[in-house]
């Protein structure tokens, strides 16, 4: 089979390409260009991108780099930061891996003439009788079917995740066997197009005016100022321009457009559920509708909770109410919606208002 497989230059996507070369495969590694500016964090370094090609080298296959620096602009880094001005949390990374690392990857390996699209993503595909489903990784510690969670059924069926069956120290000591130089290297952590001197504060505010807001308790009392209210996400408990010693108070309202954050405490920020808008599914809506309770996951490594799911007629919005009140999930940020048994993803979308 003719694969085209994704390095990122990290240890995952190394070990991925050498399975698949050892399983007999015609691979070609493929670096993605995403990011044209500053970068010292993520996955979009120069440095990457060399360490990719090196490993290549090492495996003996091709190697090329594409740039689609447009597309990531287009897709991730402008509505990033428009959502800041809007009182937004957005996802970057899932974004890119929605209009990027997949659609728009898959594309240029449809166009090649590839077979599959394989990444160091720890997820598995697996057959069933409704055709493929998304499985979580077998390293739940590491799993990445909460990021991966959009890939449809079209898509999944030609999709493959060579280290999803394997735990993270089972992948470094692969690549150490082999003698890959990324076998030590460590896990990208932060969003790529942020420098981890400046920060989301240095990066945004080279592109968007920050203004000041007023702190307001539930009640409606000022208790503080902060200097950018577009830095003050739902939940957020720092850097909240409150004195220490206190009560702990959280973020449970950003008012973008009247300049005013309003704090409570932890109970303030419990919800009966959420609308969950722009929902795609591994199947379709009724796959998730067949379960009376599922398993609802509201960040990359959070841990499920309990939830029902109803969606409408055309399957885009749906209310996830929890079976016990759970705390409120900032606006923009992914919803995933697994089976009963947490081992299989039925779909997801992006948060909204809470119930």
Same mark, same amino acid.
């Given at each position: 089979?003719?694969?085209?497989?994704?390095?990122?230059?990290?240890?995952?996507?190394?070990?991925?390409?050498?399975?698949?070369?050892?399983?007999?495969?015609?691979?070609?590694?493929?670096?993605?260009?995403?990011?044209?500016? %500053?970068?010292? #964090?993520?996955?979009?370094?120069?440095?990457?991108?060399?360490?990719?090609?090196?490993?290549?080298?090492?495996?003996?296959?091709?190697?090329?780099?594409?740039?689609?620096?447009?597309?990531?602009?287009?897709?991730?880094?402008?509505?990033?930061?428009?959502? *800041?001005?809007?009182?937004?949390?957005?996802?970057?990374?899932? %974004?890119?891996?929605?209009?990027?690392?997949?659609?728009?990857?898959?594309?240029?390996?449809?166009?090649?003439?590839?077979?599959?699209?394989?990444? @160091?993503?720890?997820?598995?595909?697996?057959?069933?009788?409704?055709?493929?489903?998304?499985?979580?990784?077998?390293?739940?510690?590491?799993?990445?079917?909460?990021?991966? *969670?959009?890939?449809?059924?079209?898509?999944?069926?030609? #999709?493959?995740?060579?280290?999803?069956?394997?735990?993270?120290?089972?992948?470094?000591?692969?690549?150490?066997?082999?003698?890959?130089?990324?076998?030590?290297?460590?896990?990208?952590?932060?969003?790529?197009?942020?420098?981890?001197?400046?920060?989301?504060?240095?990066?945004?505010?080279?592109?968007?005016?920050?203004?000041?807001?007023?702190?307001?308790?539930?009640?409606? #009392?000022?208790?503080?100022?902060?200097?950018?209210?577009?830095?003050?996400?739902?939940?957020?408990?720092?850097?909240?321009?409150?004195?220490?010693?206190?009560?702990?108070?959280?973020?449970?309202?950003?008012?973008?457009?009247?300049?005013?954050?309003?704090? @409570?405490?932890?109970?303030?920020?419990?919800?009966?559920?959420?609308?969950?808008?722009?929902? #795609?599914?591994?199947?379709?809506?009724?796959?998730?509708?067949? *379960?009376?309770?599922?398993?609802?996951?509201?960040?990359?490594?959070?841990?499920?909770?309990?939830?029902?799911?109803?969606?409408?007629?055309?399957?885009?919005?749906?209310?996830?109410?929890?079976? %016990?009140?759970?705390?409120?999930?900032?606006?923009?940020?992914?919803?995933?919606?697994?089976?009963?048994?947490?081992?299989?993803?039925?779909?997801?979308?992006?948060?909204?208002?809470?119930?």
């Amino acid at each position: 089979m003719k694969v085209m497989i994704a390095m990122s230059g990290g240890v995952d996507s190394s070990v991925a390409a050498a399975l698949l070369v050892e399983q007999g495969h015609d691979v070609v590694g493929v670096t993605m260009r995403l990011w044209g500016g %500053e970068s010292d #964090t993520g996955c979009c370094s120069v440095s990457d991108v060399d360490d990719a090609r090196r490993v290549a080298q090492q495996l003996g296959i091709d190697h090329l780099v594409f740039n689609f620096t447009e597309d990531f602009n287009e897709h991730v880094v402008d509505p990033y930061v428009h959502a *800041h001005t809007v009182g937004i949390t957005p996802n970057p990374c899932i %974004e890119c891996n929605r209009h990027v690392k997949f659609a728009r990857l898959s594309g240029r390996a449809t166009l090649l003439g590839f077979d599959a699209v394989a990444t @160091g993503h720890h997820a598995r595909v697996t057959p069933s009788a409704n055709g493929v489903e998304l499985e979580r990784g077998a390293d739940r510690a590491k799993d990445q079917s909460y990021v991966v *969670h959009m890939i449809d059924q079209a898509e999944l069926a030609r #999709t493959m995740f060579p280290v999803g069956a394997m735990t993270k120290p089972d992948v470094r000591a692969h690549a150490a066997r082999l003698g890959l130089r990324t076998a030590t290297k460590p896990d990208s952590q932060d969003v790529c197009f942020i420098t981890s001197t400046g920060g989301r504060t240095a990066f945004l505010g080279r592109r968007i005016p920050m203004r000041s807001a007023t702190v307001v308790d539930t009640s409606g #009392t000022t208790v503080g100022t902060v200097p950018a209210v577009e830095m003050v996400t739902l939940g957020q408990r720092r850097g909240i321009g409150l004195p220490g010693g206190g009560p702990k108070r959280f973020v449970v309202d950003v008012d973008v457009e009247a300049g005013v954050v309003t704090v @409570g405490d932890e109970a303030d920020l419990l919800t009966d559920g959420h609308v969950v808008h722009d929902m #795609t599914w591994v199947h379709d809506a009724e796959m998730a509708a067949a *379960h009376d309770t599922v398993l609802v996951q509201s960040s990359a490594h959070g841990t499920p909770q309990p939830a029902t799911v109803d969606v409408d007629d055309d399957g885009r919005v749906a209310q996830v109410r929890w079976l %016990e009140p759970q705390r409120r999930i900032a606006p923009g940020q992914s919803v995933v919606i697994y089976d009963p048994g947490d081992r299989f993803v039925l779909g997801g979308g992006i948060a909204a208002n809470p119930l």
